[in-house]
């Protein structure tokens, strides 16, 4: 069971990255995922789920129309493209495969994570 998360990096305000998410087919190509992030000192924050089909996405109102998520046709890869990236959107990104087929707000609902990226959002 493994979750690969790439892609963050340093950004200027206002750019954007693209975060990937490998996972085991096992894991990943009938269950939903999502996108979690986490700043120093706060809470770990959902900011994106997709289901298992890509039928139906989700998004927190902070990053709604910033932050898309995706996955590829097998299911095995999701992705997440963020623009307009604000210093605030600074945090390790963590991937993770919910315990569905469908991909909720909380993250007691997932059972597997991925090792977290960082992604830096200067002013």
């Known amino acids: 069971v493994q979750l690969q998360a790439s892609g963050g990096g340093l950004v200027q305000a206002g750019g954007s990255l693209r975060l990937s998410c490998a996972a085991s087919?096992?894991?990943?190509?009938?269950?939903?995922m999502g996108w979690f992030r986490q700043a120093p000192g706060k809470e770990r924050e959902f900011v994106a789920g997709i289901s298992w089909n890509a039928a139906s996405t989700t998004y927190p109102d902070s990053v709604k129309g910033r932050f898309t998520i995706s996955r590829d046709r097998a299911g095995n890869t999701v992705y997440l493209q963020m623009s307009g990236l604000k210093p605030e959107d600074t945090a390790v990104y963590y991937c993770a495969s919910s315990r569905t087929s469908y991909s909720p707000r909380d993250f007691s609902q997932y059972a597997y994570w991925g090792q977290g990226t960082l992604v830096t959002v200067s002013s």
């Open positions: 087919k096992r894991t990943s190509s009938n269950n939903g």
